[in-house]
């Protein structure tokens, strides 16, 4: 098992360009979520779906939008890029069962100039 | 708003050492609760998590809950220099069955172990 993959690893965006971040996993869970983390910070919500077709808004959504059409992907959006969403953005999934472990995927750096 | 605070660092500690790490929420329906460490460059890994008071052993690793306090802390027993990382309290509401996991996480402690 890959576990949970992104992609890019790295990504410089222009203020006003937009992007799509990737997200797959492979581990049939349910639960995904994208965060934020911000130098020397914690990791924000910024949306979470828990299931194919079901997704709702986290802590900081503003700037961002998501879909979920299979229970694979969970691509995070970005639309008008601007220098705040300067970034670490983390994709992880989690079983709807038994054990509640997030597994995280090894994060997209996005740089906005 | 709920938060999660974390004690100020960053802590540094000698090999061999026991490392205190601590952090306080503010939402009394919290249900379960989470240390994650994370290596600079790399993605948090889940380390420990605990649910009801008292401790929880894991190898050279003891999570601390008190729900009345709103508090919760971990220790490091013998500390190594591969402990050194940031270590980040999350805390998971629970309230109604409606969470669906959702963390709230704290701003984290940079740990430094010195040989």
């Known amino acids: 098992n890959a576990g949970v993959t992104q992609t890019p690893k790295f990504r410089i965006l222009k203020i006003g360009q937009s992007m799509t971040l990737q997200c797959t996993q492979d581990?049939?869970?349910?639960?995904m979520y994208w965060y934020r983390q911000d130098p020397g910070m914690g990791l924000k919500l910024i949306y979470y779906?828990?299931?194919?077709?079901?997704?709702d808004k986290g802590e900081v959504p503003n700037g961002y939008n998501v879909s979920r059409s299979t229970t694979e992907d969970f691509p995070l959006r970005l639309e008008l890029a601007a220098p705040s969403q300067t970034s670490v953005y983390f994709c992880?999934?989690?079983?709807?069962?038994?054990?509640?472990?997030?597994?995280f995927g090894p994060g997209t750096r996005l740089t906005v100039l | 708003q709920k938060e999660v605070e974390q004690n100020s660092g960053p802590l540094s500690v000698p090999e061999g050492a026991i490392a205190s790490l601590n952090c306080t929420y503010s939402d009394r329906g919290s249900q379960s609760f989470f240390w994650y460490r994370q290596y600079s460059g790399k993605s948090p890994e889940l380390i420990m998590s605990?649910?009801?008071?008292g401790d929880k052993e894991d190898g050279r690793f003891t999570a601390q809950l008190n729900k009345a306090s709103q508090y919760v802390s971990l220790l490091i027993r013998d500390s190594q220099p591969s402990d050194s990382a940031t270590y980040l309290c999350?805390?998971?509401?629970?309230?109604?069955?409606?969470?669906?996991?959702?963390?709230?996480f704290g701003q984290g402690t940079i740990l430094t172990v010195h040989p």
């Open positions: 581990m049939n869970h349910n639960y």
């Open positions: 605990i649910y009801s008071n």
């Open positions: 779906s828990v299931g194919a077709g079901i997704t």
């Open positions: 999350a805390v998971n509401n629970g309230a109604g069955g409606t969470s669906y996991g959702k963390l709230t």
């Open positions: 992880a999934s989690r079983d709807d069962r038994g054990t509640d472990t997030q597994y």
